[in-house]
T-cell receptor, first 114, second 115 residues
Framework: NAGVTQTPKFQVLKTGQSMTLQCAQD?????MYWYRQDPGMGLRLIYYSASEGTTDKGEVPNGYNVSRLNKREFSLRLESAAPSQTSVYFC?????????????FGNGTRLTVT | AQTVTQSQPEMSVQEAETVTLSCTYD???????LFWYKQPPSRQMILVIR??????QNATENRFSVNFQKAAKSFSLKISDSQLGDTAMYFCAFMKASGTYKYIFGTGTRLKVLA
C-alpha cells in the first residue's frame, strides 16, 4: 500500500521559474491538502480540497495554484518561484472528517529557490 | 480563528525516562479533535495519538498518553520509557468538528532522547 506519493523529493529552482509538485493517494480519500513546513513555523496550510472538483485556500495561498485532477491526484503549482517559497512541502490526505480520520502524509518535497 | 501553541521549542530526556510535551490551543468550538504527530529525521509525518474533545477519558497508545484538559484548553503528550527512536519533532494539531477541513498545527517541539 503506497499511501500518499509525492514527487519530486528534491528540487532547486531559480527565481521566476515554474514547477508543479505532484501528489497522488491510493486510499480513496476525499480530502487532500498541501502544507509547507518552515523552521519555527510548523506546518501551514496552503490549499486543500474537500472533494474532487473543489479547492479552497488555506493560510498561505499566495504564489500557489492547485488542481484536484481527480479523486487520487492533487497538484501544487508555483507559477513564478520566489526565494520566500524555499520550504519543505507536504501533501496529505484524509478519509472523512466525520470519522475523525487523521492526516496521511507524503514524504515531502524539499524545494530551494535561488 | 483557532490557534495552537507549543511553548517548548526543544526538549531532551534520558533514555527510559518520562517526558511531557505541552500544547495549548484556543478555540470557541465545543467539539473538535486533537492530534499529536511525530516527524523523525526521515521527514515522514506519523500519527502518534488522537483525542476527541467530547471524550473525557485521556487517549493512550502504548507508551504514549495525553493529558487532555478541556477547560484549560491543554493537550499535553507524555512519553513513558523514552527510547532513542522517539527522537523527533512533535507537532500538536487541532481540527474542529464542523465547517472546514482545516487542521491547524503548532510550531513543534524538537525532542532528543539521550543514551
Amino acid at each position: 500500500n503506497a499511501g500518499v506519493t509525492q514527487t519530486p523529493k528534491f528540487q532547486v529552482l531559480k527565481t521566476g521559474q515554474s514547477m508543479t509538485l505532484q501528489c497522488a493517494q491510493d486510499m480513496n480519500h476525499n480530502s487532500m491538502y498541501w502544507y509547507r513546513q518552515d523552521p519555527g513555523m510548523g506546518l501551514r496550510l496552503i490549499y486543500y480540497s474537500a472533494s474532487e472538483g473543489t479547492t479552497d485556500k488555506g493560510e498561505v495561498p499566495n504564489g500557489y495554484n492547485v488542481s484536484r485532477l481527480n479523486k487520487r491526484e492533487f497538484s501544487l503549482r508555483l507559477e513564478s518561484a520566489a526565494p520566500s517559497q524555499t520550504s519543505v512541502y507536504f501533501c496529505a490526505s484524509s478519509e472523512d472528517r466525520l470519522l475523525n480520520s487523521p492526516l496521511h502524509f507524503g514524504n515531502g518535497t524539499r524545494l530551494t529557490v535561488t | 480563528a483557532q490557534t495552537v501553541t507549543q511553548s517548548q521549542p526543544e526538549m531532551s530526556v534520558q533514555e527510559a525516562e518520562t517526558v511531557t510535551l505541552s500544547c495549548t490551543y484556543d478555540t470557541s468550538e465545543s467539539n473538535y479533535y486533537l492530534f499529536w504527530y511525530k516527524q523523525p529525521p526521515s521527514r515522514q509525518m506519523i500519527l502518534v495519538i488522537r483525542q476527541e474533545a467530547y471524550k473525557q477519558q485521556n487517549a493512550t497508545e502504548n507508551r504514549f498518553s495525553v493529558n487532555f484538559q478541556k477547560a484549560a484548553k491543554s493537550f499535553s503528550l507524555k512519553i513513558s520509557d523514552s527510547q532513542l527512536g522517539d527522537t523527533a519533532m512533535y507537532f500538536c494539531a487541532f481540527m474542529k468538528a464542523s465547517g472546514t477541513y482545516k487542521y491547524i498545527f503548532g510550531t513543534g517541539t524538537r525532542l532528543k532522547v539521550l543514551a
